[in-house]
Protein backbone atom coordinates (compact mmCIF):
# COMPACT_ATOMS: atom_id res chain seq x y z
CA UNK A 1 0.00 0.00 0.00
CA UNK A 2 1.25 3.11 -0.88
CA UNK A 3 0.21 6.27 1.19
CA UNK A 4 0.77 10.03 -0.60
CA UNK A 5 0.74 13.19 1.42
CA UNK A 6 1.93 16.86 0.98
CA UNK A 7 -0.47 18.10 -0.70
CA UNK A 8 -2.37 21.63 -0.92
CA UNK A 9 -2.97 25.00 -2.40
CA UNK A 10 0.01 27.56 -2.94
CA UNK A 11 1.04 30.48 -5.02
CA UNK A 12 2.51 30.82 -8.12
CA UNK A 13 6.00 30.24 -7.86
CA UNK A 14 5.68 28.60 -4.56
CA UNK A 15 7.01 24.60 -3.26
CA UNK A 16 5.63 22.12 -1.92
CA UNK A 17 6.98 18.93 -0.91
CA UNK A 18 4.99 15.77 -1.87
CA UNK A 19 5.98 12.48 0.66
CA UNK A 20 4.81 8.48 -0.43
CA UNK A 21 5.44 6.34 2.08
CA UNK A 22 5.24 2.55 1.14
CA UNK A 23 3.81 0.00 4.10
CA UNK A 24 5.96 -2.66 2.85
CA UNK A 25 9.53 -2.17 3.15
CA UNK A 26 10.24 -4.65 -0.62
CA UNK A 27 8.28 -1.97 -2.31
CA UNK A 28 10.58 0.56 -1.32
CA UNK A 29 13.44 -1.13 -3.64
CA UNK A 30 10.91 -1.25 -6.41
CA UNK A 31 11.19 2.05 -9.28
CA UNK A 32 8.81 4.37 -7.15
CA UNK A 33 7.32 6.95 -9.82
CA UNK A 34 4.97 10.42 -9.52
CA UNK A 35 2.17 11.00 -11.64
CA UNK A 36 -0.42 13.71 -11.87
CA UNK A 37 -3.77 14.21 -13.41
CA UNK A 38 -5.05 17.44 -14.41
CA UNK A 39 -9.37 17.49 -14.57
CA UNK A 40 -10.51 16.51 -18.51
CA UNK A 41 -6.89 15.09 -18.90
CA UNK A 42 -4.76 11.87 -19.13
CA UNK A 43 -3.07 10.92 -16.24
CA UNK A 44 0.90 11.82 -16.84
CA UNK A 45 4.11 10.57 -16.01
CA UNK A 46 6.32 13.31 -13.71
CA UNK A 47 9.33 12.35 -12.28
CA UNK A 48 10.26 8.76 -11.35
CA UNK A 49 13.56 7.17 -9.30
CA UNK A 50 15.10 3.67 -9.82
CA UNK A 51 15.23 1.19 -6.89
CA UNK A 52 18.37 -0.25 -7.47
CA UNK A 53 20.72 2.96 -8.02
CA UNK A 54 17.98 5.87 -6.84
CA UNK A 55 18.91 6.84 -10.83
CA UNK A 56 16.25 10.00 -11.30
CA UNK A 57 14.06 10.73 -14.05
CA UNK A 58 11.67 13.68 -15.27
CA UNK A 59 9.15 14.90 -17.41
CA UNK A 60 10.59 17.86 -19.89
CA UNK A 61 7.76 19.89 -18.41
CA UNK A 62 8.94 19.84 -14.82
CA UNK A 63 12.58 19.18 -15.25
CA UNK A 64 14.47 22.16 -13.14
CA UNK A 65 11.72 22.33 -10.74
CA UNK A 66 10.98 18.95 -9.51
CA UNK A 67 13.41 16.80 -7.73
CA UNK A 68 12.80 13.89 -6.74
CA UNK A 69 14.12 11.30 -4.10
CA UNK A 70 13.97 8.34 -1.50
CA UNK A 71 14.62 7.29 1.98
CA UNK A 72 15.03 3.51 1.94
CA UNK A 73 15.19 3.24 5.50
CA UNK A 74 11.82 4.82 5.63
CA UNK A 75 10.41 3.23 2.72
CA UNK A 76 9.67 6.92 1.34
CA UNK A 77 9.96 8.88 -1.82
CA UNK A 78 9.54 12.39 -1.64
CA UNK A 79 8.38 14.92 -4.75
CA UNK A 80 10.00 18.50 -3.72
CA UNK A 81 8.30 20.55 -6.09
CA UNK A 82 9.86 24.32 -6.95
CA UNK A 83 9.02 27.38 -8.91
CA UNK A 84 5.07 25.67 -9.12
CA UNK A 85 3.37 27.13 -12.11
CA UNK A 86 -0.74 26.88 -12.52
CA UNK A 87 -0.43 24.35 -15.18
CA UNK A 88 0.79 22.03 -12.48
CA UNK A 89 -2.71 22.32 -10.47
CA UNK A 90 -3.37 18.42 -10.58
CA UNK A 91 -4.13 15.43 -8.52
CA UNK A 92 -0.63 13.57 -7.96
CA UNK A 93 -0.46 10.17 -7.49
CA UNK A 94 2.83 7.47 -6.39
CA UNK A 95 3.35 4.14 -7.93
CA UNK A 96 5.16 1.60 -8.00
CA UNK A 97 7.01 -0.80 -10.64
CA UNK A 98 9.42 -3.36 -11.47
CA UNK A 99 10.45 -2.03 -14.52
CA UNK A 100 13.38 0.50 -14.51
CA UNK A 101 13.02 4.42 -15.64
CA UNK A 102 9.51 3.48 -16.16
CA UNK A 103 7.10 6.75 -17.50
CA UNK A 104 4.52 4.39 -18.89
CA UNK A 105 1.46 4.20 -16.39
CA UNK A 106 0.60 0.96 -17.33
CA UNK A 107 3.93 -0.25 -16.01
CA UNK A 108 3.31 0.63 -12.91
CA UNK A 109 1.38 -1.71 -10.44
CA UNK A 110 0.81 -0.29 -7.54
CA UNK A 111 -0.84 2.92 -6.92
CA UNK A 112 -1.04 5.30 -3.84
CA UNK A 113 -4.71 7.42 -3.23
CA UNK A 114 -3.27 10.86 -4.67
CA UNK A 115 -2.88 13.93 -2.89
CA UNK A 116 -4.37 17.33 -4.76
CA UNK A 117 -1.69 19.99 -5.81
CA UNK A 118 -3.41 23.34 -6.72
CA UNK A 119 -1.49 26.57 -7.78
CA UNK A 120 -3.07 29.78 -7.90
CA UNK A 121 -1.89 33.02 -10.31
Known amino acids: QLQASGGGLVQDGGSLRLSCAASEPTRSRYTMGWFRQAPGKEREFVAG????????YYADSVKGRFTISRDNAKNTVYLQMNNLKPEDTAVYYCATSNFGSATIKTLYDLWGQGTQVTVSS
Open 49 to 56: ITGSRSTS
